[in-house]
């Protein structure tokens, strides 16, 4: 098994693509070691000294270090857990891992069809190449709200993607769109 690794544009991400698919469906997102029980993978990771994040798309896994920790050391063990876990044949998530995400209903259904249609088409595969995923939160008074996760969340020149990125291209095609913010997990 070889597993390329690529750097983010957050120094403290890197992506990893063990060359096969890691999630059938959707992405998950492990803040903290606490949150990764339904994971066996993010579990394993979690377990190399220094990993404070770690975040499963469809044919990638994104590890954020935390920053006493130098890449230099963590790589080698983090390819190793990501190995060991492939060729131990345990499964990535325990039960459906599935995020779900919740319809929108009344007068701002339609915006938010379109929203999310944009977000799904034009915005998610960019920040995936990219190790990352931003999901939908909400939508009030002209305000889209979106959640920033794996490469993407605490990395430095996520302002400017949510500003000067996906805001104008919301806005472009989506007059009632004004403003575009980021919420927390």
């Known amino acids: 098994m070889f597993i390329q690794t690529e750097t983010t544009p957050n120094p403290a991400t890197l992506k990893f693509l063990p060359g096969m698919t890691v999630l059938e469906a959707g992405t998950a997102d492990f803040p903290s070691a606490e949150a990764a ?11 190399v000294p220094g990993v404070a994040g770690v975040f499963l798309g469809a044919d ?3 590890v954020t270090k935390d920053a006493a920790t130098d890449w230099a050391h963590a790589k080698p063990a983090i390819l190793g857990a990501i190995m060991e876990h492939f060729q131990s044949g345990a499964p990535v998530m325990d039960g459906e891992g599935t995020p779900v995400h919740a319809e929108h209903d009344g007068e701002d259904g339609a915006i938010v069809a379109q929203i999310k249609e944009l977000l799904d088409t034009r915005v998610r595969p960019a920040v995936a190449q990219d190790g990352g995923d931003i999901t939908f939160h909400g939508f009030e008074r002209g305000v889209v709200y979106l959640h920033m996760k794996g490469a993407c969340a605490g990395c430095p020149s996520s302002t400017l993607t949510l500003k000067m990125g996906i805001e104008n291209l919301l806005r472009h095609y989506i007059p009632e769109v004004t ?3 980021p919420v927390a997990g």
């Open 179 to 181: 403003e575009v913010r």
């Open 60 to 62: 990638f896994v994104t």
């Open 37 to 47: 029980g339904k994971s066996p993978l993010a579990k394993r990771l979690f377990s």
